[in-house]
């Protein structure tokens, strides 16, 4: 069964450095999308991307934050000088084009991002 | 904005149901969504309900939904060992084809099972 997956399971960097992170979408899917869920709190939308643009972000997306589709199957996010406050669990999910409003979400087993 | 709220523990016995609930502010919903997430996974959609159907089953699963009320719960029939995972209820307001849409989560439930 086809699955989204999430490279790497941990990543440990230094306050200041940046990071990316790595996805890869079930392959027929056209939607994307970056959560976040810090220890102990709720899953949290970062951003959504479709046709090569953002669709959404949230107020956390600030300019330290970014995705790409650099290629037909990665779906990256980079966060350009990480902060304590980005050690959180980062999901990545996919979805397909649906009509309607029906939106199943497929999630990766997400990248545990420690900032020390 | 959006909220969405559920306790944040549940232990029940093997055998027995369990009930998990969950409240949205967000009247535009239209589709409500239970996800579970076992240690070191990601989320797995268990089931989901519109916003026009009171009721859903899905073999041990049962989605209730009052809308007057904004209440949604996951009934879980005949809890297993293996139903031990954290339950989140989630949202999604409308959406226009050929856009993506964010989902809202919950605070997640824990559920354990003791034998």
């Known amino acids: 069964e086809p699955e989204v997956t999430q490279t790497p399971s941990h990543q440990v960097t230094q306050m200041g450095q940046e990071v990316i992170l790595r996805c890869v979408p079930i392959s027929n899917h056209l939607y994307f999308y970056w959560y976040r869920q810090i220890l102990g709190q709720k899953v949290e939308f970062l951003v959504s991307?479709?046709?090569?643009?953002?669709?959404?972000k949230s107020e956390i997306f600030d300019d330290q934050f970014s995705v790409e589709r650099p290629d037909g199957s990665n779906f990256t996010l980079k966060i350009r000088s990480t902060k304590l406050e980005d050690s959180a669990m980062y999901f990545c999910?996919?979805?397909?084009?649906?009509?309607?409003?029906?939106?199943?979400?497929?999630f990766g087993p997400g990248t545990r991002l420690t900032v020390l | 904005g959006e909220d969405v709220e559920q306790s944040l523990f549940l232990s029940v016995r093997e055998g027995d149901s369990s009930v998990i609930n969950c409240t949205y502010t967000?009247?535009?919903?239209?589709?409500l969504y239970w996800y579970k997430q076992e240690p070191g996974a990601g989320l797995q959609l268990l089931t989901y309900i519109f916003s026009n159907m009171d009721m859903k089953q899905d073999q041990r699963l049962t989605v209730l939904l009052n809308k007057k009320d904004k209440h949604l719960s996951l009934r879980i029939a005949d809890t297993q060992t293996g139903d031990s995972a954290i339950y989140f209820c989630a949202e999604s307001p409308p959406k226009a084809t050929g856009t993506a849409s964010k989902l809202t989560f919950g605070t997640g439930t824990r559920l354990q099972v003791t034998l």
């Open positions: 991307f479709y046709n090569n643009e953002i669709s959404e």
């Open positions: 967000d009247s535009s919903s239209t589709y």
């Open positions: 999910a996919s979805s397909p084009a649906h009509s309607g409003s029906y939106n199943e979400q497929f």
